[in-house]
């Protein structure tokens, strides 16, 4: 079983990394009743009563007859660094492989998930559903996952493994060695400083048995107590963390904090936000968000994660009628390059929420789902459905084989993907 060190950011230039690649020619190209995988953990039971200097010149020549001219210096040449050595030695195939998160039940791993894991060469995975089984059988699925790794599947890089163990009606490890955890919202009435000593709790549990990343905590603000039974997604389960932006922030953040005290990456979503849908995409078509637009004070909360050197940010799968209203989020390069990269300054993961089983993805086929993500900016995306995996990879090996602009995205969402290992 694989352990990574605390998150720390590593900066690599991507330009450096584009002269080491040119030489390596050598490389091949809501909820759910009855558990099943889902996006980031939705719930599995419907609560009866939420409460929820530009370089110097260089001097002139001599006109003495006596001067010898010397010829200007040789730029030094860049040193690849030790992640940008990581991602020349994979193949394209194993490149593609690094941006996938596919689901493993949290009971024992099914065949299409190995499956990803060996011959598609996912570098990600996440334990979804629900177990009660506790720490040690959990420890032994986790093993079972990790134990993928070799120089054929992955290159030897460890896996990512996730779960989404939020608290309230989203938690999917429970049993002996787990804290039953509550909602959000109670969460946060304990203030910042417990939640964020609990969190620290929670997350030692996690990495006990293996788990470096969870999904939470959501940091979506409901826009009142009173829309919060409306709002599916997230008030109906009392997900947030209260209802104004500087609550969310505070709070939200101090799970996030508690999170890596422990040693475990933290995942804040929904972003831009799901606070003012009412439907759910993981179980509805079309659902809109008409009001949240690009400087939105509902932002704040996403902000301050990412100043605070959050490294992983999941990206809603709503539209956004005021942002970009011909795109999902997963599908726009406004909100994942413009708002993220450009706007708050991200340079971590851009991760999808569920591409594979969520309602809101039916009109796209598995293969227009994985290009349309990576394609507009994306880094990561998940993958409840372990059966689409195969055309999900097979289509981006493909378009990168054949699009050098597409083939320059996949290259930079894997290095972004090796960075954060590396720092994790």
Partial sequence: MRKFPSIASIS?????????LATASGCSSGPSNSGQATAEGTPSVSPSSPTTTPAPSSPPASTTPSAVTSPPPSAAPSTPSSVEKQLAALSLEQRVGQLFMVASKATGAEPGTMEALTKYHAGNVYLSGRSKAGTAPTAAVVSALTGTVSAATTGGLPLFVATDQEGGYVQVLSGPG????PTALVQASSGAAKLRADAATWGKELRRVGVNVNLAPVLDTVTSPE????????GHFQREYGYDPGNVSL???????????????PVVKHFPGLGRVVPNTDVSKNVRDTTTTRDDPALEPFHTAIASGTKWVMVSNAYYDKIDPANIAPFSATIMDAMLRADAGFTGI?????????????????????????????????????????????????????DPAFRAKVDAAALTVLQVKAGQ
């Fill in 251 to 265: 709070l939200g953040n101090a799970f996030a904090d508690g999170m890596k005290d422990a040693g475990v990456a």
């Fill in 12 to 20: 690599v230039s991507i330009a450096t990394a584009g002269v080491l």
């Fill in 178 to 181: 787990f804290s039953t955890i």
């Fill in 350 to 402: 851009v991760l999808s929420d569920d591409l594979c089983s969520a309602a809101q993805l039916e009109a796209w086929s598995d293969a227009d789902r994985a290009l349309n993500f990576f394609g507009a900016g994306g880094t990561m995306l998940v993958c409840a459905d372990p059966t689409s995996i195969p055309a999900m990879h097979q289509a981006v090996v493909q378009k990168a084989t054949s």
């Fill in 227 to 234: 829309f919060a039974p409306s709002n599916a997604p997230i």
